[in-house]
């Protein structure tokens, strides 16, 4: 396969884990032990036939989110520590409802982790007339705080869309969006949803891996010997890239 049809993704790539891939060669096994990355013939929203599925609704236990949290806190310390996102974040903001525990693990990692006490948020689906009242839980964000969005995936870029114009509503700064995999697919169009982001509202996508970064863990083959992949998956994910990646 040739890489450059969808591209090494622009992101920052970086290492926390040790040489070579380490760092994302952790998280990549550690979603196949969680039942997260699974690999064979599946479905997706959008009517296509894919060779591996990404399910962040399957972390089920405590040390599984602690765990997440950990990656998700390590990416944002390693971006800022490289002057790419701003260190006066005051809430990370997850979008309802698989974003939640994100940003609650995410923000305890990085206290206990990094020594960096952030507020969290997220968005109700229905706003609470009773009690406190209005459409955020957590933090009550203020104009001018900075906000960090964290997200599992983003397919379509639905939930992006609902969530960042009610934000930008209340006078804040969308620093950027994490999320654990960019799967590097176009949309209905000729564009990833993580591109149409950008365009439409600025906003810089930071994923913890892509799925390049998971062809090269395939590639290399130092997996763990109870981590049995199909020989073929390599041939498989190639082709569906070369069909839908950008």
């Not at 040790?18 to 929203?45: A, C, H, Q």
């Not at 994490?178 to 439409?200: F, N």
């Not at 930071?206 to 020989?231: A, H």
Request: aromatic share 8%.
């Amino acid at each position: 396969m040739d890489t450059g049809t969808c591209g090494r993704s622009e992101m920052p790539c970086f290492d926390t884990g040790g040489e070579g891939m380490g760092y994302k060669k952790n998280f990549i096994e550690f979603m196949i032990r969680s039942g997260v990355l699974t690999f064979g013939e599946f479905i997706t929203k959008s009517g296509r036939k894919t060779p591996y599925f990404i399910n962040t609704g399957n972390y089920r236990t405590g040390t599984q989110l602690a765990r997440l949290g950990e990656f998700y806190a390590d990416c944002i310390m390693e971006n800022i520590k490289q002057r790419i996102l701003n260190k006066n974040i005051t809430a990370l903001f997850g979008p309802a409802y698989k974003g939640i525990p994100i940003s609650v693990t995410t923000a305890i990692a990085l206290a206990e982790k990094h020594g960096m006490d952030i507020n969290y948020c997220s968005n109700r689906k229905e706003e609470k007339d009773h009690g406190e009242g209005g459409s955020l839980l957590g933090y009550q964000l203020l104009c001018g705080d900075s906000v960090l969005i964290v997200e599992d995936v983003i397919t379509a870029g639905t939930a992006m869309k609902e969530c960042v114009p009610m934000l930008k509503t209340l006078g804040v700064s969308v620093e950027g969006l994490i999320i654990s995999v960019d799967r590097m697919e176009r949309g209905a169009g000729s564009k990833t949803a993580i591109q149409e982001l950008k365009e439409e509202y600025g906003i810089e996508t930071y994923p913890i891996i892509t799925i390049n970064d998971i062809l090269d863990w395939l590639y290399n083959g130092e997996r763990n010997g109870s981590l049995t992949i199909d020989p073929g998956m390599i041939k498989k994910i190639e082709d569906y890239m070369d069909q839908y990646c950008v």
